[in-house]
């Protein structure tokens, strides 16, 4: 086979994947069935068809790509975590002014997958709560901060330790006085979940 054939086939094969997830997105799937079907093929692969659907217009379809988005970059870090921080760090990237982008789900999803993982919870934690902290690197626009806090409230049910080690209780009391009404009322939520964890 030429090298045309085959950069054709591989456009091919990269394009039966991307369709593949949005169909497995499309329906409801057990995550569990989800990263088995996903981790045949490869974990890498499925990172940026996921990422797409962050930005799609059904709220639904966003949060399962999200969830398995937590549960691919988990496995991929499991395997290679060198691999899964490049991943993390692009979400970080794509909240950074200087990216040109807004980051749509971006927040949320570094906190599914610091939920899976804890080597990645223990490198991120920080990062995740300066989005919502005045004095970090606080995400103005409001429904970024909304995920950002809905992740940190996810966060704190199942890693509550290192939430409180990194000064969460601190962070999230801030957000107590925000001006936007779900931002508070997610940072209520983490809150009360580091008090019961």
């Not at 088995?36 to 499925?46: D, R, Y």
């Not at 626009?141 to 080690?165: F, I, N, S, Y």
């Amino acid at each position: 086979m030429n090298s045309k054939a085959l950069a054709l086939n591989r456009r091919r094969t990269s394009r039966d994947f991307r369709d593949k997830i949005r169909k497995m997105l499309l329906t409801p799937v057990d995550p569990d069935d989800f990263l088995e079907k996903i981790g045949k093929i490869s974990l890498k692969k499925a990172i940026n068809p996921l990422i797409s659907h962050f930005y799609h217009g059904d709220p639904e379809i966003r949060q399962r790509a999200v969830s398995a988005f937590g549960r691919v970059v988990a496995a991929l870090a499991g395997q290679d975590m060198e691999a899964a921080r490049v991943v993390m760090r692009r979400l970080i990237w794509s909240l950074n002014d200087e990216s040109g982008g807004i980051g749509w789900g971006a927040p949320e999803a570094m906190a599914e997958a610091m939920i899976r993982h804890e080597g990645l919870a223990r490198e991120y934690v920080r990062i995740l709560l300066s989005y919502v902290w005045e004095e970090g690197n606080y995400l103005e626009h409001d429904p970024l901060r909304r995920e950002a806090l809905r992740g940190l409230w996810r966060l704190a049910e199942k890693r509550p330790g290192l939430v409180k080690a990194a000064h969460g209780v601190e962070i999230l009391q801030s957000c107590l006085n925000d001006s936007d009404a779900e931002c508070r009322d997610f940072a209520r939520r983490a809150l009360f979940a580091l008090e019961n964890g």
